[in-house]
């Protein structure tokens, strides 16, 4: 199986297509990642993106000043436990969100449009599983 290869491929070819697309934004691809999570879920701990996307703790601080620097989104110390810090959208970078959306509905547009709705779904739920068991398999390590 070239499951693996393949997953991975499809990763680095989005990383190309959303580069391409926010450079104009003064956003690289993972800053724009970090930003929609933050638009979504405004006031999420930097512990609790780490957890959810998936990346350790220093990736998310670093990619976090980037942002912060370029007025996209403010930290602010949570007020019940002054460890964490509770990140939000500006206006500026709420402005941005439409466009981060749009590109990743473009990406997959592109690269399914041979599925049909049905595979759509399928590859939807083997997917979620898949991220599932990645997960686990970080937490055993």
């Known amino acids: 199986m070239h499951i693996m290869r393949s997953i991975g491929q499809t990763e680095r070819a989005y990383v190309l297509f959303r580069n391409a697309r926010l450079e104009q934004y003064g956003l690289t691809d993972y ?5 929609r999570t933050v638009c979504v879920h405004p006031g999420i701990t930097q512990e609790e993106m780490a957890s959810k996307l998936v990346f350790n703790k220093s990736s998310v601080s670093r990619q976090l000043a980037a942002l912060e620097q370029d007025g996209l989104i403010l930290r602010k110390r949570c007020e019940k436990d002054k460890r964490s810090i509770r990140v939000y959208p500006t206006e500026k970078g709420e402005a941005l969100l439409p466009i981060i959306r749009e590109t990743a509905r473009d990406f997959f547009a592109e690269i399914s449009k041979e599925l049909t709705e ?9 997917c979620q599983k898949l991220c599932e068991g990645a997960k686990g398999a970080i937490r055993q390590k």
Not at 31 to 35: A, I, W
């Open 31 to 35: 800053q724009g990642l970090y930003l």
């Open 118 to 126: 049905e595979e759509k779904e399928l590859l939807d739920q083997l």
